[in-house]
């Protein structure tokens, strides 16, 4: 059995990403998916499983591999909360379901790479910090964190993890740029967990800006 490297995409579809912003996360996405399908080990390792949140949070790409991910439309309603907490919850659920850890007669799957993509903050911040520890106990490869636009508040996503990239905008130019970054972050994370060695991730463009 090939041992897999697991993706978790959380990505944030409340109201504030109607219009514009979700259009730019559709094209950035299904952007990376090409990208990655370039990479013959990421065609042979990779399973992606994507999660929207909103008001909802809803599992809309369960887990599969990346050769038979079709390109889909992600859509977002007119208002509502972003339950990021309840997110978080739901892939802590399937990353124990999904996960395949290894035995004595055979190798388990690779660290899981999480990436959190959002504009606001929490709407359900009680649930977001409960979740947290459970989280970082999944022993992930990597926890990226992506607070995009104006409203983002990145100090919540720096809570979870200390891989937090800041976008000024949600325009289609600089979330194409995010997700190229996210795909040399996938490809980097498949080789160096190969290696035995801790995830590193690559030196982002400008339009990226690192929190520290």
């Known amino acids: 059995m ?32 090409s990208m990655l399908r370039a990479d013959p080990q990421a065609m042979d390792t990779l399973h992606l499983s994507v999660i929207t949140y909103d008001r909802d949070v809803k599992n809309i790409v369960p887990l599969i591999d990346l050769a038979s991910f079709h390109p889909m439309e992600i859509t977002c309603p007119d ?3 972003t339950h990021t907490g309840a997110a978080l919850e739901m892939v802590s659920d399937l990353v124990q379901q999904d996960l395949v850890k290894g035995s004595l007669d ?19 911040i009680q649930k977001y ?6 989280i970082k106990n999944l022993d992930f490869g990597v926890i990226v964190g ?3 636009g104006p409203k983002a508040d990145e100090q919540f996503l720096k809570e979870l993890t200390d891989n937090v990239v800041k976008l000024d905008a ?5 979330l194409s740029s995010f997700f190229k970054w996210v795909s040399s ?21 400008s339009e990226l800006n690192i929190i520290v």
Do not use: H
Not at 5 to 33: H, K, R, V
Not at 129 to 134: A, E, G, K
Not at 185 to 205: D, F, R, V
């Open 2 to 33: 090939t041992r897999r490297l697991l993706a978790y995409f959380l990505l944030d579809t409340s109201g504030s990403m109607n219009g514009e912003p979700i259009q730019a996360l559709n094209n950035g996405f299904n952007g990376l998916i």
């Open 129 to 134: 910090r409960q979740m947290i520890p459970v």
């Open 146 to 148: 992506c607070a995009a």
């Open 185 to 205: 972050s996938i490809t980097m994370g498949g080789k160096t967990q190969g290696t035995g060695e801790s995830m590193t991730l690559p030196p982002p463009p």
């Open 106 to 124: 055979r190798k388990g799957d690779w660290r899981p790479l999480l990436f959190i993509f959002t504009d606001g903050k929490p709407s359900d």
């Open 170 to 174: 949600t325009d289609a130019v600089t």
């Open 79 to 81: 208002s509502g909360p």
